[in-house]
Structures are given as C-alpha cells and as structure tokens.
C-alpha cells in the first residue's frame, strides 16, 4: 500500500526493505557528521549519526501495555458540536468529572465512555487487547490481528463522537500518517470502520503500527536509581540533547511536507528499542492554515496572547520543543558551567517570547543542539570533535602568539637597562584579535554569496565605490564584506566600516536585523576596533545566545574576559570549551596558557601548550611557548632547577628557521636564569638557579661565573644579527656588561 504496509497481511517487508531511512537530525544540511565515531556498544558511546546511543527498551508484554479498565479523560473538553465553545466533563461540588452527560451551552448529550471493549473485533480481525490511552481527541486501544501470530496493531478512535472538530482533526490526522513516511514518526497501516449497536453511524478508526516501548514522560517521574539502571549511567544533558535532535529530525520532515505538529509532548514520543517514534499527529495541520480550531497542551505551547494573535508557525513547532527538552533537562543530573550555560541559552532562543529571535527551521535548532551537545562531551568526557564550523570560515591566524614568537633583537635593544623582564602573559590587543577571529560563512541566498571569495579585501574602497552603484553588489552579505574589509586594515577606517554595518541592517530590514546575530558580531568587532571591549563583549554575548553550541562567540568572549580583567575563570571557561572540543584553536590554547600564567601556575600552562597536535599549524608555536615558560621568569621568580633540566631536552627538539632564532632562544635562556643586572657586582648580581644540567646549554659546571661566560658569548652572537651601528652598539654593551671579571 501508499504506507508501505502490506495490503494482505498489513506488516512491513522483512528487513524493512521499502522503509524509508532519512538520517535523523542533523540532516545534511545542518552540519557533517562527527570525525570521531565508536562502535556502540556501551553506555555513553555514540550511534552512526553521532548522537548518544540510546539503552535498549523491550518491548513489554500485552499485560503490561495496557489496562482492562477503562480510564476516561479528566479535567474537562471543549464541546464542538456545530463548533459549540462550552466546556464538557467537569466535575462540580468536589464530584468527579463525568464521564457522559449533557453540554451546559448547547445541551448537545456528550460520552467519553469508550466504544470498545477487551474482545470486540474491528473490522472482523482485529481483537481488542484492552486500553492504551485516552489520547487527546480518541481512545487508543491496542489489539492483535487474528490472522497474523503475535502480530498487533493500535486502534484510534474519537472519545467524543459527537465533536465535529475532533472529526475533522481524526481525517486530518488519517490524511496526514497515511502520506507520511519517515523512520521517527509512527506509521498507519489502514483504516476500518466499526459500529457499535445502538449507534446509528459508524465509528473510523485508524489502525498503526505498535510501538511498544515507553514514552518520555515516564522518564518526568521515574526515580534516580531506575533511570541509572534504564541508561548504564545517570540520566543526563547528553540524552535529552539526543532525543530532541531526532524528534527535530521528525519536525524537520514534517514541515517539509507544509505539515505542523502543533501538540509536541513527552507523551507524544515513544522510546522503543534504542530508537523512538512520534506519535499521536491528531493535532498535525497544513502550515497556511489559519481557519481551524488549535488543538495543544497548554504547558507546552506559547502563551495565549500569542496563540489568539498569530496561531502557530514553524517557531511555534520549535517552541514546543524547547518547552519540552525544558522539562527533561529538569529530570537529568544537573550540569555546571559552560555547557550548563550553553543549554540554557539554547532552551531561552527556542522558547523566547518574541517569535522573530527564535530558530526558524528545525534544521537550525537541530544543528545548534548537536553542537551543544558535542560541546557537552568535549567538556565532561574530553571527547575532541574537530569538524568545522557551518556558520564561520576555519581561520590559521593564531592570536595572543607572543608567548611562542622567539624574541627579535628588540627585547634587548628597546628595553631599559635592568635584568631580564617577565613573561609576557598579558592579553593581546583588540586589533590583533580582530584579524585572528573566524569570518562569518556567508548566507548561500545572498545573490552575491558567489562573488565574495573573488573580492579583493587589501582595496575595500573600490568594491565599495562599485556597490554604490551597481545594484548586484547592493546586498547583505557584501556590506558586511565592506565592514571587515574596512576593519581588518592595519589603520582601521571605523567611520567607513560603521556605515557598511548600517547598510547591511537596512537591507535586513527592522524585522531581522533586530535577531540577527551577523550583525551582533559584526557590532562586537566595530567596538573593539574603536576600544570598547566592554561593549564588545555585550555584542558577542548576543551572537552566542543565538549561536550557543558555536565555538567562534566563545573564543571571542574568552579574550574579553581576559582583557577586561577580573574575571579569570570566566575567560577560562570561554577558552576552555573551544579548546577542549578542537585541540587545534591554536588560539585558545595560548588563551588558556596566559590564564595560568597569569595564577602562577607554569605546569598547567605546559600542559595545555604541549596538547596541541602535531596536525595543528600551530605547533611549533605551542613548542616554542613550552620552552620559554619553563625557561621565562615569572612575577620576578627564576624559572626551576627541573623545568631546565626539560628545557635542556626540548630546545634538541625544536624545529626552528636558522640559526639566528636558536641563537636568541638560548640567549634570552641564559638571561633569564642568571638573571643579574647589567653593572652590579658579577658575583652579587646572580639571582638565578642552581643545580643546572650539563650541557652546552648551561655549561659544565654550576655557578654565575661560567653561566655569565656563556651569556657573554650569546649577546655577542646576537651583535652579528645587527641591522645598524646603534642596534649593535647596544647589544656590545650589555654583553660586556654580563662578561665575568678575569684576571687578564
């Protein structure tokens, strides 16, 4: 059949053979799949879509499934007889509700009393097993085909007959599942008719397929211990994360088939096996539909000003989707942090209040949560995911590279006449950070998308020149080229550069531009070209509440909290989630590096910089910083006997360019262990380190005096690096200056 069911004995091919296997979210269009994948075997590991493997869930015996009695639906239904508003099923004067009766409007009679029975057989060969649920608008009993052994199916019928919207919503809804194919949404095998003696028409029921499992909100009131047992580990982030990208993935189909869902729920998504199903499309609508009546779960769907103005959108499909991961997120093991923080911000976008700053599309929403979740398991199992990015260009432009740049001769020539200086670990400036963060993917719609890569950015003002008069270049994505362009310059043109940003907001329109996060970021590089890095910070801020699984606004809010000061964790943590997830964001790491320096702590700002791979472009950078952390005086402390025992090994290993770098390295070394000043007395002077190592780094024996020698003979290398008679003069006189006192 159009189903795929078999039109003689209504089960699928073996196999599954004609079942369609769209991969769940995220599809292809929301991002590539993870570069680390595990066979699943345990708990914790990872499916073949990158998402957590979900535990197995038997399927539970028919006398577990379903109950004998017969439990009609409380808490009261709108009447629809003839449209009819009033209100049936309500108990009054503390009485339980009815379960038949009269509407107080119309005095239309009204029965929730199910039509069937344990044992009734529907359409001649389907027996009814018992009660499944009294479901929004019908009954769902669940019943075995007597023609197939152990073969059941679920039967939905309307609770109310006579409510002529829930007729429309049961076709609606039959219409809906027997043109839907998709492996997470439940699937219709038929459709029968039955009536029931005394009824003077016949009752339609649908027959689908039975997913025997349980569904999610089982998972809202279950203990610690039995959700432990269910997952091999305690319920967390990471699972709720997994079920909402494969119920966006459901969404994502649905609303390409102009269908919404409208009524998302933990009782309306089944977890079976180690997969999981959505159920109940009674409230399923066509996207253009303003007409017919809502059918919702109040505590999930948008406020009622909002639904009586606008009714429901894609958004709102999205909305009742952050509501709902909202309420598992409450049931799993707490998370601290930044990835605690990152979920949230993601739940607040999808469920803000104003309709226009939510995700637009399931596909969206989809690729922010794998991203949260990766972030989630970078942090909490130090899992490395380094794909790219779908919204920033990758970028090799390493900033805050001081620490792993071996000096110029500057640092002896520039500098006043004391001894060695300390370690650099100060944040980098605003300009150098601009040039070294990722660029914005461009938007593939923009009909200028295409030329972009061929714009030459060294001359913005002819390209600018040319989009103020060729109608082609006037877009979006092109003035936002120009803002960069203009920024990204070694003397940034702020005034050019705010007026492109301006023009990109117009061509937006006020609807967009006020979400857009292009602009926020955009905003935050303006303000740190001028300065601002305060209100910067607020921008990037911006960009990560509409991006919260990208790691480009992290790496961005880790430098201002390190340039502002005051807030060391924080920028830590920002560092942290970049570099923890891609151990190649050069960036990140020396961020982090800084921020250990800055405590004092050389170990774990080694640690970091020696984690960078051998793949990342920034390695021998990370080297080259290793050594000279070892080797550097921090907060006027000379560096450890044990960490230049290291520094002795490591310089062997160093792959630099030349001599005259090696040349500077170990001068700059010797330095900073003697550590005297130039002009006091030579033996006085030594504030360095005993214990040295042999070697031709330190010489061969302990002591200032054959240290000093070596120093002596460094500079004077360095002298022959000179560009000038000043720069060489200067360099002479400090190693004199260090050269030991001798008796010839």
């Known amino acids: 059949m159009a189903t795929g069911f078999c039109d003689t004995c209504h089960r699928l091919p073996p196999g599954g053979a004609t079942r369609p296997a769209p991969p769940p979210a995220p599809a292809p269009q929301t991002g590539p799949a993870p570069a680390v994948r595990r066979a699943p075997s345990a708990a914790g590991d990872l499916d073949r879509d990158g998402l957590v493997l979900l535990p197995h869930i038997p399927e539970p015996a028919p006398a577990d499934a379903v109950s004998t009695t017969a439990r009609p639906p409380t808490g009261g239904r709108r009447c629809g007889f003839k449209n009819c508003t009033g209100t049936i099923g309500v108990g009054y004067g503390g009485r339980p509700a009815p379960d038949h009766g009269y509407c107080p409007e119309c005095g239309t009679p009204y029965s929730f009393q199910p039509q069937l029975r344990p044992d009734d057989r529907v359409g001649e060969h389907y027996r009814v097993l018992g009660y499944l649920a009294a479901g929004g608008l019908g009954w ?31 076709v609606e809804e039959r219409r809906s599942l027997t043109t839907l194919h998709h492996r997470d949404i439940v699937r219709i095998i038929t459709y029968v008719q ?38 091999g580990e305690p319920f967390g982030t990471d699972h709720v994360l997994t079920y909402g990208c494969k119920i966006l993935g459901a969404l994502e189909y649905l609303h390409d088939q102009g269908l919404l869902y409208c009524d998302m729920k933990p009782d309306n998504v089944i977890h079976y096996g180690r997969e999981i199903k959505v159920i109940d499309l009674g409230a399923v609508r066509r996207i253009d539909d303003r007409a017919s009546g809502l059918v919702y779960t109040p505590d999930f769907a948008p406020p009622k000003k909002e639904r009586d103005s606008r009714g429901f959108h894609i958004d709102t499909d999205l909305y ?48 922010q949560l794998w991203e949260v979740l990766r972030e989630n398991r970078a942090l909490s199992r130090h899992e490395q995911y380094p794909e790219r990015s779908t919204r920033f260009e990758p970028t090799a432009v390493l900033f805050g590279s001081a620490l792993g740049t071996i000096p110029s001769l500057g640092h002896w020539t520039t500098r006043p006449g004391d001894g060695p200086p300390d370690l650099d670990s100060g944040a980098p400036s605003p300009q150098e950070v601009i040039r070294g963060l990722p660029v914005p993917i461009p938007d593939p719609q923009d009909p200028a998308a295409v030329l972009l890569g061929g714009l030459a950015a060294d001359s913005p003002e002819r390209i600018a020149e040319r989009a103020e008069h060729d109608p082609a270049l006037r877009t979006v994505e092109v003035a936002l080229w120009l803002c960069r362009a203009y920024l990204s310059g070694r003397d940034p043109e702020q005034a050019a550069a705010a007026r492109w940003l301006g023009e990109a907001a117009g061509l937006m329109g006020p609807d967009t531009a006020g979400y857009d996060w292009r602009l926020s970021w955009h905003r935050g590089l303006l303000r740190m070209t001028q300065g601002q890095v305060s209100q910067a910070q607020g921008e990037f801020a911006a960009t990560y509440a509409a991006l919260p699984g990208e790691w480009a606004p992290k790496l961005a809010l880790g430098y201002c909290s390190e340039y502002l000061g005051g807030a060391e964790p924080e920028a830590e943590q920002y560092y942290e989630a970049v570099w ?24 774990a700002a080694v640690q970091v910089l020696d984690k960078v791979p051998t793949t990342s472009r920034h390695f021998d950078a990370a080297r080259v910083a ?7 005086r921090l907060s006027g402390a000379a560096p ?19 001599g005259e770098s090696r040349d500077r390295l170990v001068a700059e070394i010797r330095e900073n262990v003697l550590g005297c000043r130039p002009g006091e007395g030579r033996e006085a002077g030594f504030r360095g380190v005993s214990g040295l190592p042999d070697g031709a780094l330190f010489g061969a024996s302990d002591g200032p005096r054959p240290l000093a020698a070596l120093l002596f003979e460094s500079l004077r290398n360095l002298a022959d690096q000179a560009q000038n008679a000043d720069e060489r003069g200067d360099l002479l006189d400090r190693a004199y200056a260090v050269r030991p006192e001798t008796r010839f």
């Open 626 to 632: 290793a050594v000279r952390v070892l080797a550097g």
């Open 320 to 367: 009742t989707v952050g509501r709902m991961l909202q309420a598992l997120a409450a049931r799993a093991v707490p998370r601290t942090g930044l990835a605690a923080r990152s979920f949230d911000r993601l739940i607040r976008r999808a469920t803000h209040d104003d309709p226009a700053a939510r995700f637009t599309s399931a596909a969206q929403m989809s690729r």
């Open 640 to 658: 450890t006997a044990a960490g230049l025992r290291e520094v002795n090994d490591r310089l062997k290993e160093l792959r630099l360019d030349g």
């Open 140 to 170: 769902v009993y669940l019943a075995e085909d007597t023609r197939l052994p152990d073969h059941r199916v679920v039967l939905k019928g309307l609770i109310n007959t006579g409510d002529a919207v829930s007729r429309r919503a049961a």
């Open 580 to 603: 923890q997830r891609d151990r190649t964001q050069g960036s990140a790491a020396f961020g982090l590096a800084r921020v250990h320096l800055r405590r004092g702590d050389r170990e």
């Open 194 to 231: 039955h009536r029931v003696a005394g009824e003077a028409e016949p009752t339609g029921y649908i027959v689908m397929e039975y997913i025997g499992g349980r569904p999610l909100d089982q998972l809202l009131y279950a203990s610690d211990e039995e959700l432990e047992e269910l997952f």
